[in-house]
């Protein structure tokens, strides 16, 4: 459905509650915080599934919104979730019971929902809400600081290839309303914790170049992450640190996961599809910047998507 037929069916509906997926980022969860907030501003009840993984950077935006403990929704919506595996725990138990509405900006969408209100057009999923909220009445202060947290970490304070005209036109919409984003900016992209920038230190120590340079393998694992002394606090957008470097095209982050997974980050230029390349090991995403999941160790995962790459390249 498009973001008008998005907005008619939530005015219709009562008594929400919202999904953000795993390991969330600044898209999902200010997309949550922003759609309860909007929702809520109809008079509706409306609350965020608890379990949502947060690290401290977004604790924030969830205070007063998350759903109290024996809350019945009638219906459920998930926000800049594209597949199945990337439901938190606590949502998984929600997508057995069938989830109402997904609303993304994934082009890899799996359309696990009843409806879908897809957009991939979108640089971030915070602004297919926006479209929504502004749809359903005026976006206030309450909204655009959790939408604008949205849409500039999606795009890396508007510096990646998927930002557009549009993404700049939501962002002074946001800014419009009155709200500081001076705060927000500093918070999230220029405040670093000392163990953060020792991860970074011991990445550029321990990288892997390929292709004269413009391929960057960053294999980060729990042994590297304890030398740190850095948690999953630290760690927010390390997938985006390697693409700084002059040169590289390609970028790879493999953080090494408890049980014996490798979860990896790719980024790429107009050069190469990531989501083609992720999408071989079980994956997906946007074409610039795409994840997936595999079974090793991060010398097995470096191997294991270096030969996706291989295979999409011969492939065209």
Known sequence: MTY???????????RYLILTHKRPDGDTIGCAAALCEGLRALGKTAHICPGVEETHLFTPYLEGYLAPEGYVPERVVSVDIAARGLFTRAGAAWLER????????HPSQEFFAAQTCLDAGRAACGELVYDILRTLGPVTQRMAAPLY????????CFQYSNTTADTHRVAAALMDTGLDVLPLNKRHFRTKTWARLQVE??????????ENGTIAVAPVSLSLMEEAGATEEDMEDIAAFLGQIEGVETSITIRELTGGECKLSVRTGSGLNASKVCALLGGGGHAAAAGCTVPGTPEEAEAAILEAIRQVECNG
């Open 4 to 14: 008008t037929e998005a907005a008619a069916w939530l005015q219709e509906h009562d």
């Open 98 to 105: 069938g989830i109402d509405l997904a609303i993304d900006h």
């Open 149 to 156: 947290v949205a849409v500039a970490t999606d795009t890396g």
């Open 201 to 210: 230190r011991l990445i550029v120590e321990r990288m892997h170049r390929y």
